[in-house]
C-alpha cells in the first residue's frame, strides 16, 4: 500500500518556466511534509516543508502548497533553472511515529536552456 | 554544524558474504538515526531506526540488522548477502526541533 504517491516519474519544463511537481497521501494521520532534491549517486538534499496546520510554506524560489482535504500537496519552482534538473521526491510523517518518513517514489525534473 | 558521514561510498560484494556499513554524525547528540535504500527505480525505503543506544526498530523483515553501539555511530550488517540487497543505501539523523530528516552521501551496494 502505497501511502505517498507521485503520478509523474518525469517531468520536462524550459528555463524560466514553472516547475510544478506534485504529490498525494493517503494516510490521514500524516502531519508534516517535506520534498527532498536528489542527484544520482548523492544523498537526497532537504528542500522545503510545512505543517498541516498550514497550506502554503515559501521559501525563495520554491513555495509548498498543501490541500489537507485533497490529500494533495505541490512543490512550485519559479523561475526553473538548469540546474533544478534533478529527482525529487515527496516525503510524509505523523506524530507520534518516531519521525519515520514515507517517501514518494519521485519525479525527474529536466529543465531545459 | 552537524554532519554525517558514510563507508565505504562503494562496495561490490559476492552473494553470501557478510556486510557492515557505517554511519557516524557529529555535532550532535542522542540525534534519532535512520537507515534508508533506495532500490533501482524505486523511492526510499525505511529500513531501521534508532532513538538512543542499543535501541533499534526495524521496518521490513529482510535479510538486515542494524546496531547502535554508540550515541553517534549506526551500523547495517548483513550475515550473508543476497542479489536483492542491491541499492543504495542511507542514513539520516533528524533535526532535533523539527521532524526533518538530513541524509548523508550514501553507500552504493552492488551484489554480484
Known amino acids: 500500500d502505497q501511502q505517498v504517491k507521485q503520478n509523474s516519474p518525469s517531468l520536462s519544463v524550459q528555463e524560466g518556466r514553472i516547475s510544478i511537481l506534485n504529490c498525494d497521501y493517503t494516510?490521514?494521520?500524516?502531519?508534516?511534509f517535506l520534498w527532498y532534491k536528489k542527484y544520482p549517486a548523492e544523498g537526497p538534499t532537504f528542500l522545503i516543508s510545512i505543517s498541516s496546520i498550514k497550506d502554503k510554506n515559501e521559501d525563495g524560489r520554491f513555495t509548498v502548497f498543501l490541500n489537507k482535504s485533497a490529500k494533495h500537496l505541490s512543490l512550485h519552482i519559479v523561475p526553473s533553472q538548469p540546474g533544478d534538473s534533478a529527482v525529487y521526491f515527496c516525503?510524509?510523517?505523523?506524530?507520534?511515529?518516531?519521525?519515520?518518513?514515507?517517501f514518494g517514489k519521485g519525479t525527474l525534473l529536466t529543465v531545459n536552456p | 554544524s552537524q554532519t554525517i558521514h558514510q563507508w565505504p561510498a562503494t562496495l561490490v560484494q559476492p552473494v553470501g558474504s557478510p556486510l557492515s556499513l557505517e554511519c557516524t554524525v557529529e555535532?550532535?547528540?542522542?540525534?534519532?538515526l535512520y537507515w534508508y535504500r533506495q532500490a533501482a527505480g524505486r523511492g526510499l525505503q525505511l529500513l531501521f531506526y534508532?532513538?538512543?543506544?542499543?535501541?533499534i526498530s526495524s521496518e521490513v523483515p529482510q535479510n538486515l540488522s542494524a546496531s547502535r553501539p554508540q550515541d553517534r555511530q549506526f551500523i547495517l550488517s548483513s550475515k550473508k548477502l543476497l542479489l536483492s540487497d542491491s541499492g543504495f543505501y542511507l542514513c539520516?539523523?533528524?533535526?532535533?526541533?523539527?521532524?526533518?530528516?538530513?541524509f548523508g552521501p550514501g553507500t552504493r551496494l552492488t551484489v554480484l
Open positions: 555535532g550532535t547528540s542522542n540525534p534519532n
Open positions: 534508532s532513538v538512543g543506544i542499543g535501541q
Open positions: 539520516a539523523r533528524r533535526e532535533a526541533s523539527t521532524d526533518t530528516q538530513y
Open positions: 516525503a510524509a510523517s505523523a506524530r507520534g511515529s518516531n519521525y519515520k518518513l514515507t
Open positions: 494516510n490521514s494521520m500524516f502531519d508534516y
